[in-house]
């Protein structure tokens, strides 16, 4: 057989070293075990392809590796350069690439096929047309065995030899595939090999083929089922340079000799990508380790695939450390950088953005690397420009030193891309929350403001330095002139899109306003409807929102929807109001003002506050609306001239009309004062009333003690009524609803009391020239006949009695004061009384509390039979008829006797009794009671005593009952004391018939049954 690649010339130097020393076939047999068990002990399908990359190099060829399964044998086909007697060598030396000069060639250690030995005993290669070389474990043991000077170390090793020292030629093979050019046999060593390689083979990823660029693909073969491995859809990033003899001086200055010969360096970054090309996760089948280039054992756990010419350890599964490696890192983390840039811009780029945190040393240096860069780099889009760059320079940049100098120096933004903006991390800004409608709209208060779709959570960020924007934020910077200039309809844009569940972020929210303000804060302003957006309502101060700018969303953050009439009601229009007569220009206010209670359709009286509006009156001069009257109202009929009202401008009632100018408080008719709780109290009831602090006396006299003055919940008055000249005109309105209201009285702890218009009325000659107090209803209580006129007619009796014009006796007495006043008007002489008119007022007299009456100094009372008004202290009341025969010289107070203690006490005058002791000094008979008088009086005495001259006091009497008899002088006497004595006074003429005809007893009695 042909010696092709000198594998004799091989052997005889391999075995001629280990005859010269034993320890170098030891050294040889440990290395090779510690390769193929230690740093290649699962690196076969790597290193197959490795192979094949570089054979594919060499040639430049597209590179295609075949792996095939059948079996318990293993295939490698390659494309590419033939295996030549330096590729023998290689293969069959530990430690000493052939590749050492081949720029970008993947094996460059010289141990990779060292990788078969953990499969296989007898592995073996050829090339189409150029032979083929073996190796054998068995065949080496039986040359090792010849050789004496080994047995020792051949025993020590139980037998087992290195297999790649001593290549065999090989018959050239015939089943090389078509279209390869070399070929690998590999009979695995047992079945557990076998489904060792089948797993390598499954795990077999495109992460190889990233590595090595010049494969392109891997066809595997497993039992007939075929998979090809392609790196399709990555996108890769690639840097790579020659170090100059200064670098690899200090770069390689602890590395070994073989690798300071390979004076460049390359590294790859792929990541996989979709259809649309934003990057993906890593595939499972690609371990996240760095490969360098094949796999290592050093964890990178960044979502991108890292091939780099790190340089390795002796293991060959870790990174060295030193310069070198420092110089890869800092060259990754730009490349690193680069591929982020490269990949489209979007939120998926967050996902290759490291955290700080490493699984290795390595990674983690790599991380930091990647992180220092990655803030500054322009990676991000954004919908508006980057904020100016501002500097504050140093002393050191200054001509001159000012100490108290603060200047800075602003650099432009960049101009945008193609693209639009893209801009650094530490640029950008990412709203917390929003949709892309609200990005759109605030972009351009936002500087490097992120669009929509870039999760403000994540937490790549915060690694890039994006400035976290709240929507309270977004708040704040909406403002100056770029603010300012906005049109109403663009702010309606913004609240079209402002989320609806942070009201507290809004707040600030500026609010464009019809004046032309933007005001900060939506609370306070008002969104005019029900016909109130074309009214100008500038001159009262109001924050109007602009009807361009309205939106429902002003009113979920504190906005008012206001019609006219709520903004009537509002505090600044009322204020306005209060404070128009005192304005420099109140004309505009008025106009304001006077538009909306138009619009708002008020009527008289409905918002009284109005009346302090300033207007014009005819004369030039300003009034409070209330001061002012309509030409032709009814009010101007009915008050005297000269007096402090005016009346309004001619142009005013043209302009709005009689109704709306009422509705503000000009007077067509009565003012009306309305309140409510108003306390009667001196200090708090004070509406500028006529006579009102002597209203609130009286009104405090009608009631109780109270701890604290009563409360009127609704008060309610006339004003204006000592204006008043033509009172029966002014009655007709007064009477008439709605003034009629303020007639009626008021309930104040359980009493009924005058209110204010009624007790003005009452008390001022209204009626007639008359106060109505001194009148009583025509046709009233006849007992009231004389005491009071006759109230006019034209009223309705009702309006007449509110007015305090007398109806009955009853009600008299009841009223405060109304005893005394009967009491001043009896007294009065001009006023004529009859008899029984006389008797029965004290008759109702008696039933009045003497707590309510000041003792009258002239009393209407009886003398010899003629009415009189005698002095107080002349006056007797009479309490028994028997006793006015000792008081028939004195005024007498005459009334049924059983009153007459009350009448004494009411009227402070002495009882007749009081006056005289009532003894009788005469002798009298004792006389029998005549039989027939029991027939009219039963409990008549049995006796009576008969006087010829009867003397009471030493007064000549017709009769007296004093202790317990009767005296008398004749028969009407006998019969006016046995009526009194039995209690049957009114009894007494028909006894005295009785006694004078007792034969008309019958009669009598008959008369009696019909009383």
Partial sequence: ??????????????????????????????????????????????????????????????????????????????????????????????????????????????????????????????????????????????????????????????????????????????????????????????????????????????????????????????????RNVVADGWHVVSESGEFTPGETAELFADRPTEERSRPYWSLRWAVPVTGTGEPGPLPGTVPPVVHAPTPSDEPLDLPALLIASFPMATDRRHVAKGPLAEFLVERAADAYVKLLRELPRTSKLLDLVPSLMGKGELDARI??????????????????APAPAVQTPSFADVEVYEPDAEWQVEHPAPEPEAGGWVVAGREAAVLAAGSAELLATVADFVPGLLPAGWPPRHSAMA???????????????????????????????????????????????????????????????????????????????????????????????????????????????KAAVSQSLDSPDPEPIARAVLSLVEAAGLVAGEAPWLAELALPGTDGELYPAGELMLADGALAGVLESGTHLGVAAAELEETYGARVLAAAGVLD???????????????????????????????????????VPPLV???????????????????????????????????????????????????????????PLQLRLPGADPLLQGLYADAPVGLDEGALSMLGVRTTLAELLASHGGPEELLDLM???????????????????????????????????????????????????????DLLQLVADRPLVLAPYDLAEALSELLDLPLAGELTT?????????????????????????????????????????????????????????????????????DRLAVAALLRDPASVPLLLAEADLS
Wanted: glycine share 8%.
């Fill in 669 to 707: 008719g009565f003012a009306m004062v309305q309140d409510a709780d108003v306390l009667l109290d001196h200090d708090e009831c004070d509406h500028d009333l006529d006579g009102e602090d002597d209203w609130l006396d009286h009104v405090l006299d009608l009631l109780p003690e109270l701890d």
């Fill in 463 to 573: 690694a890039l330095g994006v400035r976290r924007v709240e929507l309270s934020d977004v708040v704040d910077l909406l403002s100056g002139e770029a603010a300012d200039a906005r049109e109403p309809s663009w702010w309606r844009s913004l609240y079209d899109v402002l989320p609806a569940d942070d009201p507290e972020s809004l707040g600030a929210l500026p609010v464009p306003l019809t004046d032309g303000r933007l005001v900060r804060g939506p609370r306070g302003t008002l969104i005019l409807t029900d016909g109130g957006a074309e009214l100008d309502l500038t001159p009262l101060g109001l924050r109007i929102v602009h009807p361009d700018a309205a939106h429902p969303a002003l009113l979920r953050l504190g906005a008012a929807e206001a019609t006219p009439r709520t903004i009537l009601d509002d505090p600044l229009t």
């Fill in 367 to 384: 991380r930091r690397a990647v992180l220092d860069r990655l803030p500054g780099t322009p990676l991000l889009p954004a919908l508006s």
């Fill in 713 to 771: 919940p609704e008060f309610t008055a006339v004003r204006d009524l000592e204006l008043v000249a033509d009172w029966p005109a002014a009655l007709e309105l007064l009477t008439r609803p709605p003034l009629r209201s303020a007639l009626h009285p008021l309930r104040l702890a359980g009493v009924e009391v005058p209110s204010y218009t009624a007790w003005w009325l009452a008390h001022h000659p209204v009626l007639g020239g008359r106060k």
């Fill in 827 to 881: 007294a009065d002489e001009s006023i004529e009384v009859d008899r029984a008119q006389l008797r029965a007022l004290w008759v109702a007299l008696a039933a009045v509390d003497p707590s309510r009456v000041a003792p009258p100094s002239r009393v209407r009372s009886v003398l010899r039979g003629a009415i009189v008004v005698a002095p107080a202290e002349d006056v007797v009341v009479v309490e028994a008829p």
């Fill in 918 to 986: 009532g003894e009788v000094t005469s002798q009298g008979e004792s006389r029998q009671v005549p039989a027939e008088v029991r027939s009219l009086l039963p409990t008549a005495p049995e006796t009576y005593v008969a006087h010829e001259k009867l003397l009471v006091d030493g007064v000549e009497c017709a009769w007296r009952y004093f202790e317990g008899a009767v005296h008398c002088t004749g028969m009407d006497g006998l019969a006016r004391g046995l009526a009194w004595a039995t209690g049957q006074w009114n």
């Fill in 1 to 226: 057989m042909t010696d092709t690649f000198g594998c004799d010339r091989m052997r005889a130097a391999v075995l001629a070293a280990w005859t010269a020393s034993p320890a170098r076939f030891r050294e040889d047999a440990n290395a090779e075990e510690d390769f193929a068990l230690g740093g290649y002990r699962d690196r076969l399908i790597v290193e197959l392809a490795q192979n094949a990359a570089d054979a594919a190099l060499r040639a430049g060829v597209p590179g295609v590796l075949r792996l095939t399964l059948r079996g318990e044998v293993l295939t490698a086909a390659n494309t590419g350069a033939s295996l030549d007697a330096t590729g023998v060598q290689s293969l069959s030396t530990l430690r000493a690439s052939g590749k050492r000069d081949e720029a970008g060639a993947a094996g460059r250690f010289g141990v990779g096929f060292a990788a078969v030995v953990s499969v296989t005993d007898s592995p073996s290669i050829g090339s189409r047309g150029s032979g083929a070389v073996r190796w054998s474990r068995t065949e080496t043991a039986a040359l090792v065995a010849e050789i004496p000077a080994l047995a020792g170390e051949l025993a020590d090793r139980s037998g087992h030899v290195p297999l790649l020292r001593l290549p065999f030629d090989e018959p050239p093979m015939v089943d090389i595939p078509e279209g390869f050019d070399t070929l690998v046999r590999l009979p695995l060593r047992d079945q557990a090999t076998v489904e060792t390689v089948r797993r390598m083979l499954a795990e077999t990823s495109p992460a190889l083929l990233l590595g090595m660029p010049a494969l392109e693909v891997i066809e595997i073969e497993i039992d007939g089922s075929v």
